[in-house]
């Protein structure tokens, strides 16, 4: 029997119903058309939601067409989950502007940040055709979430406010709602992430492999065929909707995974029950499939400039940025350069928490990290190392940010020895020895070792100017590489004085953003690992703050979690951003480095600016690259 010969005769019926409600008749893809005349699949007004999320385009941006494989390089296998982030198909989803509006949800009612009630889409199916429902959330919230097995009694942080446990609610197959007695401001964000909170599951799917709703014996025979310990390491590893690696778990993401691996060439195809539609009446995707070829990392620009990549910008660099203008002239791509969304590329990061007693007191000095940083040339570094490109700044929210203040980008970042040699005389620290460094309190050289993790040159040169700067105030810097691993090893330790990474993992905040980063929250905030652990242990780990500032900026962390108006999270914002402009916790040098974009010539929509960063635009995921298209010259 047709599978679909249902399906048919509702698209007969939704056609004209098309027509009539948007002013187009719906356009079938020209890849599924075969199978539609099969009764393989059903026709694409059965496929997608009674009401699709419908793109519209102005600007630079037009409606396309259907075709063409993308070729993407990844450096590893795991790199695939990239296609997640690229794909961005959310329950909300922040645009371009970074505003959140509802994607996979057809609405959203929001009651005092406390309340959300979800409308699905009706008609809205997963890849493999089932319908997607509230059912799906039920699944999530009773057999994944509350079940003692699988999530041993610990719930996502972003769903638990002060201890209290969300009330969840399935009011009907289209509805669910989440409750808490106080706001719950992380709630939206992390739907909307470029690693969302899932709170659904494929039900349909994955209750074939959860113990209640199998017998012992299917269990039995599952963990035998497995070969797995339990039903929950099973079921663990049939349900990565984020790692994209079981092509047999049912998504809502634009691009399907075929490939299961390991494998060194992943392809994805069109989801054809994807939710959104043009204006013109075709389903996207646009493109019909992607090819994802795995190669070392230190071989993507390279290829990349050998035209084997059709959008690339993962493991590319600034300092590859003159080959691949070169290699462009002779192959069929454009390279732009999208900015960055850190609170620096650079930081210095002063490890409050380092075992070293003596230096520990100075760390948590202000007046030593202020003279540490008015004693970095930040503009010789950016004319040396970046040509004169980049913001000299401190490690602060971007120009673009709503809430930027340049006093905050400036404050103590002008080189001044002067100023730097009086901040460390006034700590005492006037000895020196027969080189010119300083002594410490307990007579040995005022030697800071900076922990790195080897993988940049860049970090290199840059510690190199500032060694230079610094032994000018008499400090003596040694640069130290490491692997990551041990790199986060020595600074959780406390083994670490000093290390250098980037900055403000988000820089493009609004006043709903949660300001956590800026407070001891996490163990690789790593000016204070320790004081960061203690909150994020909830007291059972780590250290607790001494520091007043850093005491008042946990206070206000937690009174921008509570509080109700936007005036009033836009003011704690900046009290934030105030304290840490004047007590330099964290050392930014520079920030506004450009990230090269290579785009094939044919491929549309692609924006000519954006920013490129996990945080918040989901690298490529907010410009929707379920819009971009090929020419006829590739399709």
Known sequence: MNRFRGFIAVALLLGPAFQAAYGYSLIETPMLRESVQKGDLAPVAARIPTQPQVVTFDGEFEAGRHGGQLRLLMGKQ?????????????????????????????SLEVVENRIFTLHLRKGHRWSDGHPFTSEDFRYYWEDVANNAELSRGVLPHELVI???????????????????????????????????????????YLRQFHKSYQSEARIAELMKQYNARNWMRIHVNKD??????????????????????????????????YHRIDGNGR??????????????????????????????????????YTFLRQAALRNNFNVRLWKTSRGAHIALFPNMNTNDETLRKLMREQRFRRALSVAIHRHEINQVVYFGLVLESNNTVLP?????????????????????NALLDELGLTERDSRGVRLMADGRPLEILIQTAGESTEQTDVLELVHDSWLQAGIKLYSVPSTREVFRN??????????????????????????????PTNQYQYQWPKWGLYYESRGKSGEKPENREVNELSKLNNQWRHATSKAEREKIWHRMLQIHSEQMFTIGIISGVRHPVVVNNYLHNVPEKGFYDIRPTAYFGVYKPDTFWFGEERR
Not at 297 to 318: C, H, N
């Open 78 to 106: 795991k790199d695939i989950r990239q296609l997640v982030i690229y794909g961005y198909a959310r329950l909300v989803g922040y645009t371009p502007d970074l505003e959140l509006q509802p994607d996979i949800l057809e």
């Open 400 to 420: 673009e940010s709503p809430l930027f203040r340049p006093r905050y980008q400036k404050a103590s970042t002008e080189f001044d020895l002067v100023q730097a």
């Open 240 to 273: 990565r909707p984020y790692k994209a690696t079981n092509p047999d778990l049912p998504t809502l993401q634009p691009w399907v995974n075929t490939t299961y691996p390991p494998s060194e060439r992943f392809i994805f195809k069109r989801n054809p029950f």
């Open 490 to 519: 020595r600074i959780f330790s406390g083994e670490a004085v000093m290390s250098i990474w980037s900055g403000l993992p988000n820089a493009l905040p609004t006043a709903d953003s949660s300001p956590a980063d800026l407070a």
């Open 283 to 320: 389903q996207l995707p646009y493109i019909d499939s992607i090819a994802v070829n795995i190669a070392s990392g230190k071989l993507v620009p390279a290829k990349t400039g050998a035209d084997e990549s059709d959008l690339q910008a993962r493991y590319l660099r600034m300092d590859n």
């Open 162 to 204: 002060d201890g209290e446990v969300p009330i969840v609610e399935f009011p009907d197959l289209y509805t669910v709602r989440y409750s808490w007695s106080q706001p719950n401001p992380y709630f939206l964000p992390a739907l909307a992430g470029a690693r969302p909170l899932y709170i659904y599951k494929p039900a349909h």
